[in-house]
């Protein structure tokens, strides 16, 4: 049997390994790795046996950074290049960080293009380079400890992530070297932990108070299908906020001057340990020592309720809009999800239950929750589990639409559709000799561009001159799983085009990455050049392992003994190039195969369709096979 | 590189024909999606999950299209050749137009009302009911064959789903 000889001495992978994926949780205040191991999803620890990594990244002077809880020791003392909160200015141009106010006390430099570098002793750096720097320490930790290379990862996002922010995310990912099997919305992500893609239909709402924000979902799973019905929240509003109103009270009762960066944080990481405390104890005692002056204060579990009580007033106000937009009253609610660190705090708790008049459930760590969903499914879309049902369908949070004449909207995706999707429409010239058409992609609901985000603009040059309204262009909008849109428009009767994967305009572009990515390599070339070569490779794996299950599950039955005879020894070719080390021959030959394959690809897929729709009624299709 | 020939009826598996049964292309699609979404085929090589994307995209497509009794009065045509998109040429009578443009006025005068929400419910009713006979005139004449009042029926559809957006709008601005 030719099929079974295939992995032979040299080829690294043999078909059906268990493929070593994870599920990453990138927090605003925490990040965590997780990943299947023996059939249990855990979150991996550090070699001290910290699971939490604070999304923390200090710079210095050399060059060099430290990530996590060491890094986070300078916050108080080199608060310039210690950088926390970065998934904040993900996304975000110059303009928006300005509506951060101080929560951002960082040295801004800004490019050409709006986007904000953070000016730190080891130079600027951009906030996808620094998710970069947290990612890369996240899947580190998880190689060493899972013991080889990791095939991809599933990376969470909030679920009112727009395009911007969601491609900021893949651009840190793809500057760490990681591959991404999925983006996932961080509530979907909370829901598969607990099983409840498996469970009763309905209503779930997943209440999120993180270190830095709250959010609230409200997520519709319907024939094992998870809909996001509408999220709310508030993203200035968080467990540091509790922190922040006790350290507050602490410098109202001590007459303590909050000046500078220093001072303050001291003070919310003391009250951070207090309310840590107060989740359990009745009462915590706070030891400062401030400029050499000790004090020391008590605070009890009732007077920081009645602290932080409108700040939790504030969060079920938000549930209840965001039921409102949901269109569901909060009786209709099945389960009640519970995420992020501070919904240890008992009020909390005690509120949430109260509003939904149930129990929320908290088995699962509330901290690890999201990133133990995801590696469930990272687990699945490594292929590690292949009969899984398991399917989570996404749709676009925010509508995406096209400037028109007026500076108007023309919506062409509309909000909720699932996706992926593509869809076209037509535009025409409105001057004669009119050779070039600007496009302007933006995201939002409202009808004036000025309203919505702009995403990106193009400009399709070449149209042939021809009287106003002559010519036809069709624009097409291509959002993929992930929820990343790319734009193509082209000119019908001359065939000209122009495309563009959307890249915000404060973003990094493609040649920036991949400018970071090599600078990465500059201290081994030769590195790099195995990496080339090694990822070629993998691709090459990808292609050869899919191509002999392929074969051996309807090989037969699709091909012909000639095709099938054919494309065996194409695969055979590939496999020889693909155990030499010429990077370019590798990728023809993957080229090569993939194009003698087309057709059978598109065969399976059509048999799939086929089988798919055989399951209802052969009879009222009129044909069978 | 993809051919998806099939028109969106036959890919989901359903009968061309106007009256559709929603639980039904609710049941197909997902079936489909739990194929050919890309999920399925993310640990094999791109091509095969930039298929899957094409394909998904067209049933995505596909189902919108089946689910909204406009789009799938307009695809219909389409498929007779009829493309109500971009010809604005039927002749629409001139009655109905008359009667477009009061329900226009009232609909800009709800704001002055009294009771502005009561006037804006009312008028939705009016022209929901509207609506609702055409869908079964067209029903009526794409079974018969009579496209060129199939036409004219899906262009007088066009005219009251536009108007509903605006009543929506209109709805969002009172809310504030």
Redo the contacts between chains.
């Keep these: 049997m030719a099929l079974l000889q295939i992995a032979e001495p040299g080829q690294s992978e043999a078909p059906h390994q268990h493929?070593l994926a994870v599920g990453i949780d990138l927090g605003t205040t925490n990040s965590l790795v997780a990943s299947v191991k023996s059939g249990e999803a855990v979150t991996i620890p550090d070699i001290e046996g910290q699971h939490l990594l604070p999304s923390v990244v200090r710079y210095m002077p050399c060059g060099n950074h430290l990530v996590g809880a060491e890094a986070r020791t300078y916050a108080a003392s080199d608060p310039d290049n210690t950088i926390i909160s970065v998934k904040r200015l993900m996304g975000r141009g110059v303009s928006d960080l300005k509506t951060l106010g101080d929560e951002a006390p960082y040295q801004f430099d800004v490019n050409d293009g709006g986007m904000p570098y953070i000016k730190t002793a080891a130079g600027n750096k951009s906030p996808v380079q620094v998710s970069a720097d947290i990612l890369k320490a996240l899947v580190s930790r998880a190689e060493e400890a899972l013991g080889g290379e990791l095939?991809?990862a599933v990376i969470t996002v909030p679920a009112y992530f727009d395009d911007a922010q969601r491609q900021a995310t893949k651009d840190a990912a793809t500057l760490a070297n990681i591959k991404v099997?999925?983006l996932l919305n961080e509530p979907t992500a909370a829901a598969v932990a607990y099983g409840l893609d498996q469970g009763k239909e309905g209503v779930i709402a997943v209440y999120d108070l993180g270190g830095g924000t709250f959010d609230i979902s409200i997520l519709r799973l319907n024939?094992?299908?998870f809909e996001v019905l509408s999220t709310g929240g508030d993203s200035a509003l968080g467990g540091d906020d509790l922190d922040l109103a006790l350290a507050d009270w602490i410098a109202q009762q001590l007459d303590i001057d909050i000046d500078g960066n220093s001072v303050s944080r001291y003070l919310m990481e003391k009250s951070k340990q207090a309310k840590e405390v107060l989740s359990g104890a009745d009462e915590a005692t706070i030891d400062l020592e401030i400029k050499g002056r000790k004090q020391s204060i008590t605070v009890t579990r009732a007077k920081f309720d009645e602290l932080v009580s409108p700040l939790v007033k504030r969060t079920i106000r938000a549930c209840r809009r965001a039921l409102k937009d949901a269109s569901v009253e909060a009786e209709d609610v099945l389960e009640v999800v519970m995420v992020g660190g501070s919904t240890r705090v008992p009020l909390v708790r005690e509120e949430v239950k109260q509003f939904f008049a149930r129990e929320p459930h908290i088995k699962i760590d509330p901290d690890c929750v999201v990133a133990v969903g995801a590696s469930i499914q990272a687990d699945?879309?490594?292929?590690n589990k292949p009969d899984s049902?398991m399917?989570?369908?996404d749709v676009i949070p925010l509508s995406l639409g096209i400037e028109t004449m007026g500076g108007l909207t023309e919506k062409i995706i509309h909000r909720n559709?699932?996706?992926?999707?593509?869809?076209a429409q037509?535009f025409t010239t409105y001057q004669d000799g009119q050779t070039a058409m600007a496009i302007h992609v933006v995201q939002g609901e409202r009808?004036l561009v000025s309203d919505c985000r702009s995403l990106a603009r193009f400009v399709l040059r070449g149209i042939p001159p021809m009287a106003a309204g002559a010519a036809k262009i069709r624009v097409t909008y291509?959002v993929?799983?992930d929820g990343l849109l790319g734009v193509h428009a082209k000119e019908l009767t001359s065939g000209v085009e122009s495309s563009i994967q959307v890249k915000p305009s404060y973003g990094l572009g493609d040649v920036e990455i991949a400018e970071m990515l090599k600078s990465s390599y500059l201290n081994a070339a030769e590195d790099k050049d195995m990496r080339a070569l090694r990822e070629q490779q993998v691709?090459a794996d990808?292609?050869i392992v899919?191509?002999q299950d392929a074969l051996i599950a309807d090989g037969k039955q699709l091909l012909n003994p000639d095709e099938y005879k054919l494309l065996e020894s194409e695969i055979e070719k590939l496999i020889e190039l693909r155990n030499g080390s010429d990077l370019v021959a590798i990728e023809r030959g993957v080229a090569a195969l993939?194009k003698a394959?087309?057709e059978y690809?598109?065969r399976r897929?059509d048999h799939?369709?086929q089988?798919?729709?055989q399951?209802?009624s052969i009879d009222?299709?009129g044909e069978s096979e | 590189?993809?051919?998806i020939s099939k028109n969106f009826f036959e890919?989901i598996?359903l009968?061309v024909s106007f009256d559709i049964d929603q639980s039904e292309l609710a049941?197909?699609s997902?079936?489909?999606?739990?194929?050919?979404?890309?999920?399925?085929y993310?640990?094999?090589?791109?091509?095969?999950q930039r298929?899957?994307?094409?394909?998904?995209?067209?049933l995505?497509?596909g189902?919108?299209t089946l689910r909204s009794p406009l789009l799938r009065a307009q695809y219909l045509l389409l498929l007779q050749g009829i493309d109500t998109?971009?010809e604005s040429s039927t002749p629409i009578a001139p009655m109905f137009l008359m009667q477009q443009m009061e329900l226009r006025e009232r609909l800009e005068e709800i704001p002055d009302q009294d009771d502005p929400y009561a006037e804006l419910e009312d008028l939705l009713a009016e022209v929901e009911g509207m609506l609702k006979a055409l869908r079964e005139q067209f029903a009526q004449d794409y079974q018969e064959g009579a496209l060129t009042a199939a036409t004219e029926t899906v262009r007088k559809m066009q005219f009251l789903e536009k108007l509903v957006v605006e009543i929506e709008?209109l709805e969002d601005r009172l809310d504030g």
Excluded at chain 1, 380 to 383: E, I, T
Excluded at chain 2, 42 to 48: F, G, M, P
Excluded at chain 2, 51 to 58: D, G, I, K, L, P
């Design positions: 493929k095939t991809g099997l999925r024939k094992g299908v699945v879309l490594a292929g049902g399917l989570l369908l559709t699932s996706i992926p999707v593509a869809r037509e009808e291509q993929d799983a691709d990808r292609l899919s191509l993939s394959s087309d690809a598109s897929m799939s369709i089988k798919a729709l399951g209802h009222e299709l | 590189m993809m051919d890919f598996g009968p049941d197909r997902r079936e489909l999606q739990k194929k050919l979404h890309p999920d399925r993310a640990h094999l090589s791109d091509r095969e298929m899957s994307v094409q394909y998904m995209s067209f995505n497509e189902v919108a998109e971009s709008r």
